[in-house]
């Protein structure tokens, strides 16, 4: 650890990564889930609504399972309800807000920035090397995007990150309490989010075997292995109840989690691959991946050291993340979360090895100096990515909830569409519209490409609401613009400054613009995008 003389320079640091990752996850911690990947967050914070409504914490009520009778069940028990039940917990007592569930995953998110610091030092980097890790925890694009969006990764890498911290202890120690630590922190990890239990597989190439086989000290660990053991079993038999209780499946095998053979099937790389480049760049920058693979020699040529062999661990299992998860884990760039640390760890092992070659910058001072300028190059492309994500909205589809809620009856669900139905093209933003459902308050489901589908739907389950982006439409899907025409008549229209950017349709009545020409416009909302604001303007009925 640093000693006295430093440790009010590391702490000062510290403190000041802890405040810039804040102010970073902290960007538009009100908005509603309109954004990239805010199908993950209508997930949870509908579930956690349910518990409040129904006061029933046995089952998930998922919003866009709108097509579905019941309660919209999505699953029984599958993955342990951790987030909804804490928003649950704290919207129990201060109201429902969602600044407070981003506030939850902001503090999970910073709390594992200072614990990969402490993980550094306990692998044995100096103060400088664990500081730079902290930084890149601090603000690596994947780091603060997912660290305030609503989604249990970044409180699985928090426990991730505990349970090696404690199982190092542990091996410095031999104490039982350590061990009791990362059992519970292995054990949550589990159940908060099942895929980050493949990064404990480094802690293979740092466990203790000498000691093990030691007469003094095998008796003592035999008796502590109580701990983990109890720990896997606990997640296994979770495992099994959820499989058991689920209401998409009853069977109990993993067959359809692992997709290992996905990952060798023919072709499965020619796609994969530039998927996963293409996300290294949106998730760490392509300058700090340079950084990484240099740490990635390091390591190689020092295999002797924990911190080497941590990192090699890492790489070694990420090969088996991405060969068992296959299309999950190549095609979803917050599947990367569970490297965060390894990634950060190997490219400040990288530059600080780069800076302290032999015979270079052998002043203390000229290599933290050059570690500064190394590690403020990428900040630029960081910036850049980030806002490629937060821009990523739908502006107005929160304000056509609102109007479905307040206007709309009780039963009422919606149809949401952006763009023609059939065409794949749109599938990325048509999942952010479920933030309308939110605002809504209401369930629904994406508008179907068969009409009959949809006049099934407004007569079994009261789709008397369509969202429709006006985008163009393929000519297979004319029929169904006919019968929405037919059919479903205007009630809001949203501009975006003058442009028209969408209708909010009712059952009952014929598609006639007309029926708004004369009604005043009026400012309903502005939005920040990295370009400066955007007003979205509606008239209505």
Not at 381 to 390: A, D, I, M, Q
Request: proline fraction near 5%.
């Amino acid at each position: 650890m640093a000693n006295n003389r430093q440790a009010p320079y590391t702490l000062l640091i510290l403190c000041a990564l802890i405040a810039a990752g804040f102010l970073l996850r902290s960007y538009h911690i009100d908005y509603p889930p309109i954004g990239y990947n805010s199908m993950e967050e209508v997930q949870y914070l509908s579930v956690a609504k349910g518990y409040l409504d129904h006061g029933d914490l046995l089952h998930k009520r998922v919003l866009y399972y709108g097509m579905t009778g019941g309660e919209g069940y999505m699953r029984a028990f599958p993955r342990f309800p951790f987030l909804p039940l804490t928003y649950w917990a704290l919207w129990s007592l201060f109201g429902v807000h969602i600044w407070m569930a981003r506030f939850v995953i902001i503090l999970f998110s910073l709390g594992s920035v200072i614990l990969s610091w402490m993980v550094a030092r306990r692998l044995g980097a100096d103060s400088d090397t664990a500081i730079v890790t902290a930084f890149f925890m601090t603000v690596m694009p994947l780091s603060v995007f997912f660290g305030r969006n609503i989604q249990p990764d970044s409180s699985a890498l928090f426990f991730l990150l505990l349970s090696t911290l404690f199982f190092l202890k542990w091996t410095s120690s031999f104490r039982t309490l350590h061990l009791a630590v990362f059992s519970v922190s292995f054990f949550m990890t589990a159940l908060v989010k099942g895929p980050f239990l493949f990064l404990l597989l480094p802690i293979i190439f740092l466990f203790p075997f000498r000691s093990v086989i030691e007469p003094g000290e095998r008796k003592k660990i035999s008796k502590q292995m109580i701990w983990p053991a109890a720990a896997a079993a606990g997640a296994a038999v979770w495992l099994i109840i959820s499989r058991m209780t689920a209401v998409y499946s009853s069977d109990l095998s993993l067959a359809e989690g692992i997709l290992l053979p996905g990952s060798v099937s023919p072709g499965f790389g020619k796609w994969s691959i530039p998927v996963i480049w293409r996300d290294i760049g949106e998730n760490y920058t392509y300058i700090y991946f340079g950084f990484a693979a240099a740490g990635v020699i390091w390591s190689v040529m020092n295999a002797g050291t924990k911190l080497a062999r941590y990192i090699l661990g890492v790489l070694v299992s990420s090969v088996f993340y991405f060969i068992f998860l296959s299309e999950s884990a190549a095609g979803e760039s917050y599947c990367h979360m569970p490297f965060i640390p390894g990634f950060s760890l190997s490219a400040a092992a990288g530059l600080a090895g780069a800076v302290s070659l032999k015979g270079i910058l052998k002043n203390k001072q000229a290599r933290r100096t050059a570690l500064v300028i190394l590690v403020a190059a990428a900040l630029p492309s960081v910036r850049t990515v980030l806002y490629e994500k937060f821009d990523r909205m739908v502006p107005g589809s929160d304000i056509a909830g609102e109007y479905i809620r307040d206007n709309g009856y009780k039963e009422d669900r919606v149809f949401i569409s952006y763009g023609s139905p059939s065409d794949k093209g749109y599938d990325v933003y048509r999942k952010q519209l479920y933030g309308t459902l939110w605002s809504a308050g209401k369930r629904g489901s994406m508008l179907p490409n068969d009409y009959k589908r949809i006049i099934f739907g407004e007569a079994e389950w009261n789709f008397n609401w369509i969202l429709l982006y006006d985008l163009p439409w393929n000519e297979n899907d004319q029929r169904v613009m006919d019968f929405i025409k037919n059919n479903y008549y205007i009630k809001q229209i949203g501009y975006k400054g003058d442009k028209l950017i969408y209708y909010l349709l009712r059952s009952g009545g014929k598609f006639d613009p007309s029926d708004l020409k004369d009604r005043p416009m009026r400012k309903a909302g502005t939005y920040g995008f990295s370009s400066g604001s955007v007003d979205i303007n509606v008239k209505e009925i």
